[in-house]
C-alpha cells in the first residue's frame, strides 16, 4: 500500500508538519523505520528518539517539533497506529464458507456467511452467527452461541451452552466453559458439586492464548463488553468483569469475585473468591488481593495496600536489614543509658 | 424434572421443616432463586440472606431457623446441593460409540461401549476402557492407557505411554506426559535429557483447564486416588501427590517434589524441587515453599513461615513505614540523651 | 537393547571402575535401580545413596570411591546420562510420511521427507522442512516456516508468517504467534492496536507445554538459538530472548523486554515491559523485576536485590515481629529515661 502523507492525515484525521506528498509504503518503530515508512511516538520518553529515526515520517503528539522531520500530529498517536495499521494491514483468514472438511453435528445452525475451516468441530443446536470465522481444532458445544463476527482461533475449546456475543475475538488455548473447582469436603471427600451453569462473553471481548474461563456453579460466569483479557489468566466459576476492564497476563481471579467497569489488573496478581472490587480500580502487577476494594482505588501488594503506601513499605522492606542494625545499636546504647542512669541514682 | 420436599428430603436423607408437597422444579443460587427453586445456605455467613429469598425451599444445616421458609435440614447442605445436581442435571455428552470420523491407529484397543467423537486420535496399542467418553481434538499417544469411565475433554493430550486411572476427568487442554525440563549445563549447553519416564493418573482424579502434568524422567510422575487439580497448574517431572489432595489454580510445583494425602494448596502457590509436604498440610495462596513441611502444618508466605507466624510478620510488614519513623525519632531521642549524659558527667 | 559396562564406558568416554563385563539392560533412578540397571549421581548429596542402590553399575563423577560397586567415571555424570538415554531410548514418533488424512491447503511446501499425522492442518504457503514430524491437532498457519527437523507435538498452534527453526521442540498447547496485549486508551476504549509482526524462534530452542508467545506489535518476537522455555510461560510482543537461556515454568515477561545469552529465570518470576537483562543473569524464583539488570548479576526478590541483599532482607523480614516488640520497648525505656532526665534536669 503506497499512501501520501496528506491522505494519511485526511485518514487519521491530523495535520502535516512538514512536506505532505512524501509517500509511504509502510509501519515500523522508531527504531527500524527507514525511507517510506511512518513510525509514532506513543510516549514522550521516546521523543528523543525523534532526531535518529530514519523513518518518512513520524504520528506524533500535539506540540512535538523536530526539525526537518516531516510529523503528523494526532490528539493520539498510539490509537492513530492502531487505526493506521488496521489500513495497511487487513485481517484476513484466507478462506470463507463452511468447509466440507469441518464436522458439523446435525441440529447446529451455522450462517453461511460464516467461515468454517477443516477440523473445527460445531456441536448440536449450537448457533454460529454470519462473519464468525471457526479455525482448525476449535470445539463448540452443544447448544453454544458464537454471535456476529466473532473469530476463534485455531484449538479454542468452548463448551456446551456458553454464550460468545459479536465481534469477540478468542486466541487459541482459549477454554471457555470447563467445570468450576467445586468439591463439598474439599482435601477429605472431594465430592463433585456438578458445575450446571455457563460462561457468557459479551460484545467485543478479546481473550488471549490459553487462558481459562469456567462455567459457573450455578447461573453465570459473565466477561461484560470489551473486557480485555490477556494470555494465560485463571477466571473461576461465577466471576464477573465489568465493562472495559483489563486483565494482564496470568492473573487469576478466584470464584465468585466481581469487578466493577474499567478495572486494571497488572500481570500474575491474584484474588481471592467472593470479594467486591469497584469501578476504575488499578491494582499493581503481583498482588494478592483478600478484600473488597472501593472505586477509584489504586493498590498493590501482598497484602494488599493503598498504592502509595505500598510503594512506602517496599522503600522500607528494602531497608530492613539497615533497620535492625539500628535497632540493635539502639538497644545497646539504651541499656548503657540506663546503666548509666542507675549509676547515678545510687550515687544520688 | 420435578419433586416435592418430601421426595427430595428422602433422596438426600434429610428433613422438611415446612411443607413438604411444595414442588421444586430447578436449583438455583440463593439470590437468584425463585418460585419453584430450591437453593442452599452452605456457609452461615450466608443466613442473613435466608429471609430475603425467593426460593421454595432452602437446603439448610441443622438447627437453622426460618420462618414461614421451607426447609430441608441436612447434614452438609454443599454436599447435599452437589447429590441433587447429579440428579437435576445429568452429564450427558450427546454421542455414544466410536465415531467413524476418529482416527483410530492400528493396534489400539478401543472398547465398544466407549464413546469416542469424530476427530480424537487414538495412538498404536493404546487402549481405551468401557464408559470412557473422548471429545474432538484429543490426542491419545501410543501406548497410552485410558480407564474405563473416564472423561477428556476437547483438545486434551496425553502423551505416549501414560495411564489414566478410572472415573478421571481431564478438562480441555489438559497435557499429560509432555518431557519435563531437563537440562544438562543449563543455561549453557542446555543439553537435553530425554524423559523417558510416564505419567500416571489414578482413579478419580479431576484436572482443571490447560493444566500441564510433565513425564518424568525415569520412573513416574504420579498423581494419586481422588486428587483434584484446578486450571494452569504446572506439576513437574517425577512430582508425586498424595490422594485426596486439593490443588488450586496456578500453582507450580518443581521436580520430584512429594506431597502427603490430603494436603490443600493455595492458588498461585510455587514450590521448589526436592522437597517433602507431609499429609494434612495446608498452604496458603501465592505462597513460596523452599523446604519440607511436616505433616498437619499450616504455613503461608514467601518464604514460608507457620500460618500464625506468617500473619504477624505480615500485620508488622504493613506498620514498617511507622516502624522506621519510630526508629528514626529513638535514634534521636538516644542521641540527645548521650548527648546530656556527656554533659552532665563532663560537669560531675 | 544390552551392553557391557566396557562398550558404555566406551561410548562415553568414561572410566570404568569395576568389572567392566557386567551387561546392562536398563537405566534407573538410584533408588528405583535393580540387578542389570545401570544409575547415576549427577549431585554429590546423593552420594550417601551409593552404597544403599542395587544398580549393576552407577554413572559417578572423577574421584567417587565405592567399594565393591562398579562405577563408570565422566566428567558430568548427568550429562552422560542424557547421551545413555539417547542411545537406550530413541524417540520414535512411530509414523513417517504425509498422512492422506492431514489437511494441507493448497500451496503448502511441505517435505516427503516430514511426518505429518492425521489431522494436522497446514495453512497456505506454509514451508515444511525434512524430517520434521507435526502430530495431530497441529495448526500451522499461512506462510508459516518449519525448519528441519522439528517437532510439533500434538494441538500446538503456530500462527501465520511466524518462523520456527531448526531441531526445535514445541509441546503441546503451545501457541506462537497470538497478538499481543496491545490496546490504545486501556480500561477505557481498549482500541485494539492490530499485531502486524510475527515470532521468530531459532535452531534448537524447546519451548513447554501450554506456553505462549506472542507476537509482534510491529517487527519480531524473537527467541534466540537453544533457549529453552518451561511450562506455562507468557512471553509477550516484542520480547527477546537471548542464546542458551533457560526459563523455568509460568515465567511472564512483559512487552519488549530483552534477555541477554545464557539467563536463568526461576519459576513464576515476572518482569515488567520495556527492560533490558544483561547476560549471564540469574534471578531467583517468584522475583518481580521491575528494572534492567546488569550482565553477571544475580537477583531476587520483589522488588527485586541483589540476590545477597535479598536474603538479608528476608532473615530481617521473618524476624519483624520480635523487631516490633524491641522497638516497643525501646520507645518506653527512652521515654522513662527523658522522664528521670528531666526531673534530674529540674533537680539541676
Chains 1, 2, 3 share one sequence.
Not at 470464584?255 to 474499567?262: E, H
Amino acid at each position: 500500500m503506497k499512501m501520501t502523507l496528506a491522505e494519511i492525515a485526511s485518514f487519521l484525521g491530523g495535520t502535516v508538519i512538514g512536506a505532505d506528498d512524501t509517500i509511504i509504503n509502510n509501519i515500523r518503530s522508531i527504531e527500524e523505520a527507514n525511507e517510506g515508512d511512518i513510525t509514532f511516538i506513543a510516549n514522550k520518553k521516546y521523543l528523543k528518539k525523534l532526531n535518529l529515526t530514519k523513518a518518512s515520517a513520524i504520528l506524533a503528539p500535539p506540540q512535538t517539533a523536530a526539525e526537518g522531520k516531516n510529523l503528523i500530529i494526532v490528539a493520539d498517536p498510539y490509537a492513530a497506529l492502531g487505526k493506521l495499521l488496521t489500513l495497511f494491514y487487513p485481517l484476513e483468514h484466507g478462506r470463507s464458507g463452511v468447509s466440507p472438511d469441518a464436522y458439523v453435528e446435525e441440529g447446529a445452525i451455522v450462517s453461511p456467511e460464516a467461515t468454517i475451516f477443516p477440523r473445527a468441530f460445531i456441536g448440536k443446536r449450537a448457533k454460529i452467527g454470519k462473519g464468525v470465522v471457526i479455525y482448525p481444532g476449535v470445539f463448540v458445544g452443544n447448544n453454544a452461541f458464537i454471535g456476529d463476527d466473532s473469530i476463534l482461533y485455531a484449538n479454542v475449546t468452548v463448551y456446551h451452552s456458553c454464550i460468545i456475543g459479536k465481534r469477540v475475538i478468542l486466541h487459541s488455548g482459549v477454554v471457555v466453559g470447563a467445570d468450576g473447582f467445586g468439591f463439598a469436603s474439599p482435601g477429605k471427600d472431594n465430592t463433585k458439586i456438578p458445575q450446571v451453569g455457563f460462561v457468557q462473553i459479551d460484545d467485543d471481548v478479546e481473550i488471549g492464548a490459553n487462558t481459562t474461563i469456567d462455567r459457573a456453579a450455578l447461573g453465570r460466569t459473565w466477561i461484560q463488553r470489551n473486557v480485555k483479557i490477556d494470555n494465560l489468566v485463571q477466571i473461576a466459576h461465577n466471576v464477573v468483569i465489568g465493562e472495559d476492564s483489563a486483565i494482564a497476563a496470568q492473573v487469576g481471579i478466584s470464584g465468585s469475585t466481581k469487578l466493577g467497569k474499567s478495572v486494571m489488573v497488572g500481570g500474575q496478581t491474584g484474588m481471592v473468591g467472593h470479594i467486591n472490587i469497584g469501578d476504575n480500580v488499578m491494582i499493581a502487577a503481583a498482588s494478592s488481593i483478600h478484600k473488597n476494594i472501593k472505586s477509584g482505588q489504586i493498590v498493590g501488594g501482598s497484602p494488599q495496600l493503598p498504592h502509595k503506601q505500598w510503594l512506602k513499605v517496599l522503600a522500607c522492606w528494602v531497608k530492613l536489614p539497615e533497620m535492625r542494625a539500628t535497632l540493635d545499636e539502639l538497644k545497646k546504647k539504651v541499656e548503657k543509658l540506663q546503666e548509666q542512669k542507675n549509676k547515678l541514682s545510687n550515687k544520688g
